[in-house]
């Protein structure tokens, strides 16, 4: 690795390691979660880098190339749908195969109690045993190759698992090659490492969909709360396994269903919280940090929040106020986001600076700060705001 | 929270001690046969997750 880029990754990363460590640096460090924008600024439509992952690599490798960031994810869309038709899964709409080549690829998750993935009345098989359910009953229902024991097998079963293993590697490799390539050709970190959900999000997104899980809270709680208890060994083992074994960065969490709109502060309280905070808590022993990507509104999850220790999560404020975000969490974790996606969709230059210059002399003053956008940017993001958000990064956040 | 998030090892789908029923005799170092054997299974398990919560 040329010098240069040896030295300035080392000095990204430090600053990066401070800030979520809610510790004062050098300058905030600019994190951007940019996914279907990498592709847009390199050239590429959706579907290039939905489908193609050599693209929507490349796209993130041009991106840190040309901008002064800090950190950044090695790929941010995070579904190869080249990966996922590999192995039939019927849950994704496609760009440029389902959808217009310019659409994100979209999660259609399960609508009916016929179309679920899980059935109400299998709790019992899933508590039993998490892994054997996924092999033996959710996945032959949610590809159309894969075949359930019992029934014929086919040509077509024994290739769509031979394949899942097989892209999964691939797959693998090429993210171990591009951290290598951020570091070696951009300075560039890597901003998480590791695959985490909360044991409520994995049952509600992936196994009995909204409208499933929504019944089942009220008709066999007790069941969801043993379902979830069930999930999360799984979750703290597969986190910890996928974690960033040098623990400099974070195991990324995306949040869900905990937001404001889906269910009622009792329904988090009950069945969200506890094994979220069980796992946190179990993790930040092991030495990571989890980065609790909040998506939506959160404000009311704060003060279940304040329970973890110290440090121990990094917050993505989304649509809360991140002013408020900072005061309430800001003594005990590092924040990060600041811009908002419509202002970089719809804004001008002028409003990303003022905002990035508003949100640093804020937030950002003390450290403990990381510059992002709301949300992943994805491909409506226009490039001169985003350029103006990375250069009134530099300019205001010299601390 | 109860016992139940604890009842099984995530890593294994097919235990060893399944496995080795096949052999009439590990010969040699049976550790290293056992081994791979759990690497392996290691692997799809995490597979299996990589499917749910990433993909």
Redesign the interface.
């Known amino acids: 690795m040329a010098q240069d880029k040896e030295k300035l990754y080392k000095e990204r990363m430090e600053r990066f390691y401070a800030a979520n460590h809610n510790e004062k640096t050098d300058m905030v460090p600019i994190r951007p979660f940019a996914a279907e924008f990498a592709g847009e600024y390199a050239g590429y439509n959706t579907q290039d880098v939905t489908h193609d992952v050599d693209k929507g690599l490349e796209a993130v490798i041009k991106m840190c190339k040309d901008f002064d960031i800090d950190a950044a994810v090695a790929n941010m869309v995070y579904v190869w749908t080249g990966l996922t038709e590999s192995y039939g899964t019927k849950y994704y709409g496609v760009p440029g195969v389902d959808l217009d080549v310019n659409e994100s690829f979209q999660y259609r998750e399960p609508r009916t109690e016929e179309g679920a993935w899980m059935k109400a009345d299998e709790y019992d098989r899933f508590i039993e045993n998490p892994n054997e359910f996924i092999l033996n009953v959710w996945a032959p229902r949610m590809s159309k190759y894969f075949v359930a024991p019992g029934e014929t097998n086919t040509m077509e079963n024994n290739i769509a698992w031979l394949k899942a293993g097989i892209s999964k590697m691939v797959y693998l490799n090429k993210l171990i090659a591009q951290v290598g390539r951020m570091k070696s050709e951009c300075g560039t970190v890597s901003a998480i490492c590791g695959i985490m959900k909360a044991p409520f999000d994995v049952l509600a997104d992936k196994f009995r969909g909204f409208r499933g899980i929504s019944n089942d809270i009220h008709r066999q709680p007790g069941k969801v709360l043993k379902a979830t208890e069930a999930v999360a060994n799984y979750m703290k083992w597969n986190a910890l396994q996928t974690a960033d074994p040098t623990k400099m960065v974070p195991i990324g969490l995306w949040l869900h269903r905990g937001a404001i709109g889906f269910f009622s502060e009792e329904v988090n309280k009950k069945f969200f919280w506890p094994t979220l905070r069980e796992i946190t808590e179990e993790i930040h022993r092991e030495g990571h940090q989890i980065m609790y990507y909040a998506e939506g509104k959160w404000e009311r999850n704060w003060k279940y929040f304040l329970e973890l220790p110290e440090k121990s999560i990094v917050y993505h404020c989304d649509k809360d106020d991140i002013f408020e975000a900072h005061r309430v969490l800001g003594k005990k974790f590092a924040i990060s986001g600041g811009v908002p996606n419509d202002m970089l969709a719809y804004g001008k230059p002028e409003d990303i600076k003022k905002r990035v210059k508003e949100v640093i002399e804020t937030v950002g003053r003390e450290g403990g700060f990381i510059l992002d956008a709301e949300a992943i940017m994805q491909q409506d993001t226009r490039v001169e705001n985003f350029r103006a958000m990375v250069e009134a990064g530099r300019e205001y956040g010299v601390l | 929270?109860?016992e139940?998030?604890?009842?099984?090892n995530?890593?294994?789908?097919i235990p060893w001690e399944k496995k080795k029923k096949e052999y009439n005799e590990v010969k040699g170092d049976e550790q290293i046969v056992k081994k791979w054997w759990e690497e392996f299974d290691?692997q799809?398990?995490?597979?299996?997750?990589?499917?749910?919560?990433?993909?």
């Open positions: 929270m109860t139940e998030k604890n009842k099984y995530p890593a294994v789908l290691k799809a398990a995490l597979f299996l997750w990589f499917m749910v919560e990433d993909m």
